[in-house]
């Protein structure tokens, strides 16, 4: 079973930037297209962005666009998002996941593998 871990989140100010990394773990030749959700208190999962195997194709979620920057090191079998100008909307707790196929997309349930997740509170 593939595990996916996140660190990076924390307390930021308006503004501020913050780097998450998604470590992946087990059989990781069952993981293709990796993805960024977050979820806010009392609102539905957001997709924020997903990249495919090697970072052939990136996309993003229209609220983090030019904001944001999703990469992978698949040598390393991690992940990451650079966040940069910060709001206090981008408060949630950001998840990780993955998929086997490489057909992934915005959706959740296009994924087979999650996270537990890692908070980000943006001060204002």
């Known amino acids: 079973q593939v595990q996916l871990v996140e660190s990076g989140g924390g307390l930021v100010q308006s503004g501020g930037s913050l780097r998450l990394s998604c470590a992946a773990s087990?059989?990781?030749?069952?993981?293709?297209?990796m993805a960024w959700f977050r979820q806010a208190p009392g609102k539905e999962r957001e997709f924020v962005a997903s990249i495919t195997w090697a970072g052939s194709r990136k996309n993003y979620g229209d609220s983090v666009k030019d904001r944001f920057t999703i990469s992978r090191e698949d040598v390393k079998n991690t992940m990451y998002l650079q966040m940069n100008s910060l709001k206090p909307e981008d408060t949630a707790v950001y998840y990780c996941?993955?998929?086997?196929?490489?057909?992934?997309?915005?959706?959740?349930?296009?994924?087979?593998?999650w996270g537990q997740g890692t908070q980000v509170t943006v001060s204002s």
């Open positions: 996941s993955a998929d086997r196929l490489g057909l992934a997309g915005p959706r959740q349930s296009d994924y087979d593998y």
């Open positions: 087990g059989p990781t030749i069952n993981v293709n297209t």
